[in-house]
Every structure is written in C-alpha cells, then in structure tokens.
C-alpha cells in the first residue's frame, strides 16, 4: 500500500502560531493521524513530506522548524516559489514512483496544493483526503472523491485556551505616568493580537471604574479625541468584558485576584493565563496558577512593574510599551482632535474649556492658575484627584486647548483651537436659548422637549458633527448640567401633576451665564430691547434685516388667523410652527421681543375654548401705529396683485418688481402671500402664482361685502 502525507508547510506554521499549538505536537499528530487514517499498522510505511521556502524567514520558533520536522520524521522538500509546489512534488515522488497512490492526504490551509489530486494517478479505490481550517472549499470541484476535514478536529490537536485578565486602571495610570497617550483603540487592537499569539483567545476581561468621571486618565482614540465615555462599549465590540469596580488602588486588584483564582478551578480553565497589571499584589496570584500546570504571562509598564514580578522565575514577562506604538504626551500637539467627520460630543475636554469659563466668569480680571483649574474640576465632579486633574490638564495643553502663559502657572484658552471654538459656540448658544426663552416668556424653568426643539432651529450650530439629532442635543444639555451651568429638575406637569416633566432653568447660585469669546456675540433680551424700543419696522430692516421680515410675517399671519377665526388672540405656539422654516434660530423669539418691547402685541395665557387649560397666545394691539402701517403695507400689496388679476396679468416677482417702487422687499411679500395662502404657485411654472381670489384677506382688502350692499341697493 502506498500512502503519501503532504504537508504544506509555510500554511501549517502560520497555523501553529495562530492557534498556539506547540509545533512539536501538531508534527508528530499530522503524522499519527495520516497513519491511522490510512490503516497502517507503522507509521514509517507513511510517506510525510513537509514542503516550504525553508531559506525564507519561518518566525520566532525556539527550535528550527526543519528540525522539527526531520525528527518527526519528514522528508524535507524546499520550494523557493509557491507556483512551483505542485509542480516540484510531481518531479520529486510522483512521477518516479511506479506504483499507484492507494492514500493520498493534503494538509493545507490554501488552495497552492489542491491541482495535485487531479494531477496523481490513483486507482479506483483510492482514498484523498483534504485536511483544510474548515470543513468545506467552496468553488472547488475534483473530478475524484475527495475527503474534507478541519485541522481542529485531527486527533492530538487541541489548540491553548487563552484567558486573559487586565488591570486596565492599573495599566492605564502606570503607561500615563511613562509619559505614554492611553490610546484605547490601539491598546485593544494590540491586546488582541498579543493575546492570540499565545493560543486561541477565548475570554478577556477589563477590570476599572468604567463610568467612574475622572477616575482613569483621559482615554482618547487616534485622533486626540476623547473616548472615555464610551470605552465600555468599544472594549465589548472587540469582545473584551469591562468589569466596573470602585475606584481605588486595592479595589480592581482585589477583584480580579479573585476572578482568576476562581475561574482557575474550572476543568476548563484556559491553559494560557495572562494577567495584564504592573502591581506587585499580583505575585500571590502567580503561584497557585502555576501549581495547576498554567503557563502564566505578565503584560507590565517599564518603569511601573514590580522587581518581584521581573525576577519570578516561571513567569513569561512581556511588556506593554513592547508590543504598542502608543504615541508620548508631548506628540499629541501634532494630532488634529476633532473630525469634522465625527459626531463632536462632549468629552473630558470638555469639562476643561466650560469649568475654566466658569472661573473666569466668577474672576474677570485675575489669572486663572491650573492649580485653580484642578480645584474646580474636583469640586464638580469631573476629576477624582489631584493626580487625574493634572493628568487631564497637561494633556490639555499638549493638545493646544489650553496654553501657559507664565512659569507661576497662569493658563488661558487657545481660542483658535477647533474643540475649544466649537465647545465655546455650543454652550453659548444653549445658554441663550435658556435666558432668551425665560425673559421673552416670563417662565421659570423651560421644559426640556421644549428646549430640544428650540436647539434644533440654531443655525449657527448646523456644523459638521453637530446638532445632528435630539440625542446630540441631549448629551450637551446634560453635559451643561452635569458643569452646574444649567439646572435640570422634575417638576409636576402643569396639565397633569401627578406626572413629573423634566425642566431647565439657570442656576441661581451660577455666576452669570457664559459669555461668548467675543464681547459683540452677547445680546441678552435686556440689551435688545433697550434696542429696539422706539424703531419702526421699516428702520428695523438696517440693522436686523432677519428680525424685521419675522416681525412682518407675525403681523400678518396672526391678523389673518384672528379675522378669519373670529378671535383676539393667535396660539403662540402653532404661529411658531407656521414660521418655523424661515426662523433661523432665535429669529422668532427676538421678533417677539421685538414686537413686546414696542408695545405691538400681548403675550399671555388665554382661556382656549378647544381645552380645560389655558394656552400661551399672541394678540395684535390695533392701536399700535408700527402695527397699522404693517397691515396698511399689506392691504397695498394684495390691492396690486387684485390689479393684476383684473388684467389678466401674469403674477409673479419679476412683474410685481416693475410696478412697485424699490423701496419694496418683492420677494418677503410674495413669500408671505405664499404662507398665507393668498398666492398659489402654478404647477410646472416656476415663479408664476395664481391669486386666491375667494381668500378672506383678499376679500377683505377688496371690501366685498360693502360692494355686494351697492349692487342690492341698486
């Protein structure tokens, strides 16, 4: 009986690594096995051929692969091109040998060998087999019955469990104190693949305050961005199980002391136990997992590892700073923080630029010291320590957010810096939108839905990476919270008081809220108003051209509702909806500001006949000049386009423009005209409209009804 083992031997040494199988052990089982396979009752009947590039690099191996294979009683076969292999096996064994191959066994993890077995002259009865990774080659058809089996299944082949357990709190202060950025992402990426060239991975845990704020040092990815927030997750999309413990030095070490010596007494414990922590408390874990026959692996910081640990004489000592590329402190003023491509949330840097604020607010003209700026971080919340303080702070200033203006200690904020503008532009407008809505409403808090929405209209914040969804807005919200810039509390719902609503107001004991970088961007609801007072509409347009087409537009539309519905007052809030496509902001609000200030209209609460409850409402004041000579405006304008309907003239901006003096904003009026329903675009016809001729304010302004009297006088 003739019977040929081939195995490929560049494929099952990468194999071997991978799965950290001794490759002393998958030699001799490959070799066994065929012969057990093949009915032979001696293996030296078994022809077994390993074949590679044996002049080409074959990895870290302790002993020569060839070696390897030649006591294990292989016939050495060098390939110096993969094309060749077939081709040189042919040359070699086949085409001499006279007899037909009763046994023929393919072990190979890439398609290289698979023409071979069309290629040998075998009989009838012959017997191929394909030993592959999996159970299956899909696309491959053979003319000859062919055998497919895993390699994980040979007998003898049992591939090294890895369990790995990683002081991630110990692991990520010991790489900070190095002078090293806790990059997560790569220190995932790279705890994977160093875990897997031990064995098959099989559990990873991460043991560490997750959620803890200020309790790790800043985690960021590659960018400099700040991920701490969400290092949980990303450690369980890489299938790493985060453990939260307290913080503290004792408490991640003792838990995870615990867990290993625990899961060490399982049958199926991993055979590999890698233990990720540079605390010399760990030397009483070592030894009972050694007396269970566990190969024990340390991943340590220089520098922070314990001389216990170095010196132990049956520990395998890798180093963390080793196998990572991770980059140093002072590298990080070359990293560009924020993507425009990524969503820009709120982050630990966050904290620095808003709490810096707040003490500049509080202390105007003095120096802000970083020994200021760590006290206040503490005192909120965003920091545990002193040691994480100064941790978050001098990363700060490596990534240009922050910059020392003198050797005392005295910092400022690197306005030019993009996550320092954007934060600064986000909390900003967010406490404005709070301030404005309080004076122009006369509330006491605002209700947090209502806010959400109110965000969502800031033009200014329609940047890449922000004001993308209600979620983004509620993370900022609550991040301003969380700083103690706003309050938020739960208060009974005024519809139903059993019913607890979340609400936003400003702190009272907050300094005031939080100016903007530049002096001329603040314009608080005071200050505007001492604005406006006495300017009529059309003034108005000279210096907020966006205010005073809102200001028309309400005096338009709320004289219309009131006329046609016979009411005294138009529902604030569904006036708002009407309007909302040409509010670009607080556009809205600041007309109604407007409108208050000059004594135009009344806001406040009006029985609804609709509802038990009063609803907020707007109601013009007829004795109001600047209102008459915005109707009077109006009443012009459709008497024009009731002109133009007479005379069967094409109404659009264009003919319009040529009857109208200059002084007209053509394209606010027909846009209104739009909204009110008065003008109807043609289909098909861009810029033409029909007139509605029956519509209530036309029939008004055409005073209809006093017409239809004459005629039945006459």
């Known amino acids: 009986m003739t019977a040929y083992l081939i195995v490929d031997a560049d494929d099952i040494l990468q194999f071997a690594s991978q799965e950290g199988i001794d490759l002393q052990e998958l030699a001799v089982a490959l070799r066994g096995n065929a012969a057990l396979v093949a009915g032979l009752y001696d293996s030296s009947m078994l022809t077994a051929v390993a074949l590679a590039n044996w002049d080409s690099e074959q990895g870290d191996w302790p002993v020569d692969p060839q070696t390897i294979f030649r006591s294990a009683g292989y016939e050495i076969l060098d390939v110096a091109e993969r094309e060749d292999l077939v081709k040189n096996l042919i040359e070699r064994y086949f085409s001499t040998d006279p007899k037909l191959i009763d046994e023929l066994i393919v072990a190979s993890r890439s398609g290289d060998l698979l023409p071979l077995i069309d290629k040998v002259e075998t009989p009838a009865n012959a017997r191929i087999r394909l030993w592959n990774e999996k159970d299956s080659v899909p696309g491959i058809e053979f003319t000859k019955n062919v055998l497919v089996q895993p390699l994980e299944n040979l007998y003898g082949l049992r591939p090294k469990n890895v369990w790995v357990y990683i002081d991630f709190e110990n692991i990520s202060i010991s790489l900070n104190e190095q002078g090293f950025v806790v990059n997560l992402d790569h220190l995932i990426e790279r705890f994977v693949s160093q875990a897997q060239a031990h064995g098959r991975l099989v559990k990873t845990s991460a043991y560490a305050p997750w959620g803890q704020r200020g309790a790790l040092p800043p985690l960021v990815d590659s960018s400099g961005r700040e991920v701490a927030d969400g290092a949980p997750s990303r450690l369980m999309l890489a299938n790493i199980d985060p453990v939260f413990n307290l913080p503290g030095k004792n408490s991640a070490d003792m838990r995870m002391a615990r867990d290993v010596l625990t899961d060490a007494g399982h049958p199926e414990a991993g055979d590999v136990i890698i233990l990720a922590s540079s605390d010399r408390d760990f030397n009483d874990v070592i030894n009972p997992l050694l007396q269970r026959n566990k190969t024990v692996v340390l991943w340590g910081v220089r520098g922070s590892t314990g001389r216990l640990l170095q010196s132990h004489p049956s520990l395998h000592l890798e180093f963390i700073d080793d196998f990572t590329d991770l980059q140093t402190h002072e590298s990080l003023s070359h990293v560009e923080v924020a993507d425009d491509a990524e969503s820009f949330i709120p982050s630990q840097w966050s904290s620095v630029i808003i709490q810096f604020y707040r003490l500049q607010s509080a202390n105007p003209p003095g120096e802000i010291t970083l020994d200021a700026l760590i006290e206040q971080l503490i005192d909120v919340g965003d920091v545990i320590s002193v040691e994480r303080g100064q941790d978050l702070v001098s990363q700060a200033i490596s990534l240009g957010i922050l910059k020392q203006l003198s050797a005392s200690g005295a910092v400022e ?31 006491e808090y605002v209700n947090y839905g209502f806010l959400l ?40 719902h005024r519809h139903n008081p059993d019913d607890l609503v979340p609400v936003i107001r400003i702190p009272v004991e907050s300094p005031r809220p939080m100016p903007s970088k530049k002096e001329e961007d603040v314009d608080s609801a005071e200050l505007a108003s001492r604005k406006w007072l006495g300017i009529p509409p059309h003034k108005l347009y000279e210096s907020d051209s966006e205010v005073a087409s809102m200001v028309t537009r309400i005096v338009v539309s709320v004289q219309q509702f009131t006329s046609f519905r016979n009411f005294a007052w138009c529902p604030l809030g ?58 009077a405006e109006r009443d012009e304008f459709v008497r024009l386009l009731l002109e133009m309907y007479n005379e069967n003239q094409t109404i659009s901006a264009a003919n319009v423009s040529t009857r109208l003096e200059d002084n007209w904003d053509v394209d606010l009026w027909v846009s209104i005209m739009r909204i009110e329903n008065v003008l109807n675009l043609l289909p098909g016809r861009t810029d033409h409209y029909s007139l509605f001729r029956t519509h209530h304010t036309v029939k008004q302004v055409a005073n209809d009804d006093v017409n239809e009297l004459q005629k039945a006088d006459e």
């Open 413 to 443: 904020l690197s306005y030019q810096n993009s996550v320092v503008d954007k934060t600064l532009l986000i909390v900003e407008r967010m406490v404005r939108r709070v301030v404005n809505t309080l004076s122009a409403r006369n509330w």
């Open 574 to 631: 569904s006036l708002h909806r009407r309007l909302r496509e040409f509010d670009s902001g607080v556009t809205f609000q600041y007309a109604v500001e407007y409108l208050l200030v000059n004594e135009m209209v009344t806001v406040q609460e009006y029985p609804n006949p609709r509802s038990d409850y009063n609803t907020k409402g707007i109601e013009l004041n007829p004795d109001c000049a600047f209102v008459a000579v915005l109707l």
């Open 453 to 492: 929405k109110g965000l969502a209209m800031e033009r200014d914040l329609d940047r890449p990476g922000m004001n993308e969804s209600d979620q983004w807005r509620s993370h900022w919200i609550d991040c301003l919270v969380r700083e103690r810039v706003l309050q938020r509390e739960l208060v009974p």
